[in-house]
């Protein structure tokens, strides 16, 4: 469970001031992320006469992005915000991919679950939430909050309306977060628990404990394979949403 463990490296612990600014395991895998999708890109974007496969990979993740932002924005909006979805949207999808890097195959190393900490995915949805807050208040104003209030609802239900409105609205960067995280975190201890199993059945030996091992490995395999596919479509949820909330906020009903 190493991949859950945050810990300093490069020198151990650092403080500044009685604050713990050391650079964890999580930093580093953060950096490493970064740096594999600065590299995706930097190969994308080489413009050559005969497009190679790199970079069409890297026009068809720009058109993916324009297309989500197009549609769920507007065409003219949706170009304004599609870095922030490009990037976001890259970001988790690679942290996702490199939390599941079976690395613990060479002794000392273990691949580090950033997507699966709270901290980072609260992170990344308040700084989205903040987005759009900024973005509504900047582009409307005070008539902002008039989307708690629902067009052609009865003026004796806003009581009701407008409290349940704003309770839906504040919970938006928490079930951003939370998605996330429980949908990482989730599928990791289930790969642990069924590695345990299949350990503790060799240890166990006899005609049981060799089933249990085998169909604790077939459930492995099964559940990193369901693994590979949550990683993508967490992603995308989470890009999709914050383009929604987007749209909202460009938007007012």
């Given amino acids: 469970m190493e991949q859950f463990h945050v810990e300093p490296v490069l020198g151990g612990h650092l403080s500044i001031a009685g604050y713990d600014v050391s650079f964890t395991n999580s930093a580093l895998f953060m950096v490493v992320v970064g740096a594999l999708l600065a590299l995706f890109m930097w190969g994308g974007l080489r413009q050559r006469l005969v497009p190679g496969r790199w ?79 900024f973005v509504g208040l900047f582009r409307h104003g005070l008539k902002f909050f008039t989307l708690f209030v629902p067009h052609g609802a009865p003026l004796w239900l806003m009581p009701v309306i407008i409290p349940v409105e704003l309770i839906s609205f504040l919970v938006r960067p928490f079930s951003l977060g939370l998605r996330l995280f429980v949908a990482m975190t989730a599928g990791h201890i289930l790969l642990e628990v069924f590695g345990s199993f299949v350990v503790q059945g060799f240890n166990a030996g006899g005609p049981l404990g060799w089933l249990v091992s085998l169909l604790s490995f077939v459930m492995i395999v099964g559940v990193s394979a369901l693994e590979l596919l949550v990683c993508a479509i967490q992603a995308y949820v989470f890009a999709l949403l914050t383009s929604l909330y987007l749209h909202d906020a460009v938007h007012l009903h």
Wanted: without cysteine.
């Fill in 55 to 133: 970079q069409l990979m890297a026009e068809g993740a720009v058109g993916f992005i324009e297309n989500m932002t197009a549609t769920n924005i507007g065409k003219k909006d949706g170009k304004k915000f599609a870095p922030y979805i490009f990037s976001i949207f890259f970001f988790i999808l690679f942290a996702n991919f490199v939390g599941v890097l079976p690395l613990a195959i060479v002794p000392g190393l273990h691949t580090f679950a950033v997507t699966s900490h709270i901290t980072v995915t609260a992170v990344l949805a308040f700084l989205s939430f903040g987005i759009v807050l």
